[in-house]
């Protein structure tokens, strides 16, 4: 039994409350990876609370940085940030901003917040520690939209070439990006085969379920980079925000975050 | 001053293993000695700048020191933000080597014409700013860049730039050096065109006090403040852009002392380098050459 799969309602619970409380934005695209990242934070990664600076610790970075709320809210329900912390969401002078960041904020390995950076940063730490022969993987956590940026490709053909088999990146393929859906905008069809055909091991899972996101992040890949694939939906959890362009910047007003807090809650 | 900078690398390499050394597929016959005998500590990225900054965030992260080489604007510009949020933001030990200041690669054209780094650079919190004129103050300004935690940046010129500090002689690189004494005249300089004032000063029998002005941030404000006392106007020469280089830096200083000193700032003027040639025409065209100062400083 996997720890994350008692884990992601309350962290939709918590990222609903966070934005609710703050009147901040980007509820659907934490919905998308609540999972994801519950999975990476609970059961897969290697690193000691007590002391999450270790040298040999397992890191991840959010390149999407405006999800951070889904990387607060499983930090607090690991024991990592305290309530009052996470409470202080989008605050004024609050550390926690609505793009991760990770200064004055335990767990948080980068501050993102514009697209295609995080997976940069992800493979110099990577490739830094294989030229050192050092333990340690490095997770990455990019959107579909996010592959737009040419440094994503950048990183891509990088990782490829030096066969870092230290390095994850977990696309969240939730099929929308800021304006609509990315089939509209910059289609990327089979995007499997276009991380395939840069060198990467590469898995299709369905982005929320724990099981098979467990299986994919733990799988071997030696020799190579592992590209995961999540096929997720924007705004997962809640209905009337699954799919909806409208979630990826409206705050769940009254209304519907009642609707949104029974939802999660039953 | 390339070469010798990249000596002084390779030796420091040589004995501390957290250095790094990675180009953006530049430096052709320069780099060779490092790659060849230093390749645990040598990585080329390939040609994609911002995906080499962001790297260099994260080697650092590791507890790297990563030396970024490159060449024009593309490991300032190219990757401005990379810079911005993943290394600067996070002070973390990133060095950017760019080769070809100003007009060095005069006849490439303007995309190779590096005429606003200083002012780019300058703009970001934490990010030191170097200039050399010859292969000392390259040579200082890499112990300087290695030995202080966080981001730094270094214009190079490409080679056979003249000596202006005699061997062996000391000085301290984080205060402008007086190069040339002078009865009435103050001209501030910074990089290798230093050479147009020292040949502006002998066409003005002397009268003329140079100085090479090499660290550009954080500015020694009181050693500027010091070199003003007793004139009325000063000359900045610099091969870059008159808005955010030289000039500016000494003009926010007088105008923030409220000091009665005009400030006459030789530079390229507010446009792009539309013309190709070799570095002395182009710094003839482009008014910042000597003759450009020596006409300036007859002005009353």
Redesign the interface.
Known sequence: MLISNILTQRVRQDVLEMIFNAKASHIGSAFSIADIVSVLYADVMKYDKNNYKREDRDVFILSKGHAGSAVYAVLYELGILTKDEINSYCKNGSNLSGHVS?KGVEGVE?????L??????????????K??A?KGNVYVLVGDGECNE??VW??A??AN??GLDNLCVIVDCNKMQAMGNSKDIIDLPEISKIWSAFGWNTVEINGHDCEQIYKALTMPHKGKPLCVIANTIKGKGVSFMEGNILWHYRNPDGEAYNKAKKELTD | MRNAFIEKLYNAAKSDKNIMLVTGDLGFGVLDKFARELPQQFVNAGISEQNMMGMAAGMAKEGKKVFIYSIANFPTMRCLEQIRNDCAYNDLNVKIISVGAGFSYGYLGMSHHITEDIAVMSALPGVDVYSPADKAEAEKSFDAMLNKQGVAYVRLGKGKENDIHPEGTEFDISKPCLIKDGDKELVLTTGAIIEEAISAREKLGGDLKVYSVCRLKPIDKEAILDILKGYKRVFTLEEHSVIGGLGSIVGNIIAEEGLPVKVVKLGLKDIYSSKVGDQKYLRKLYGMDSDALVTEVLKK
């Open positions: 990770s980068f501050s993102t917040g514009s295609g950076h995080g997976i940069s940063v992800a493979c110099g730490m990577a490739f830094a520690r030229r050192d050092k040419g440094s950048e990183a053909m990088f070439q030096h």
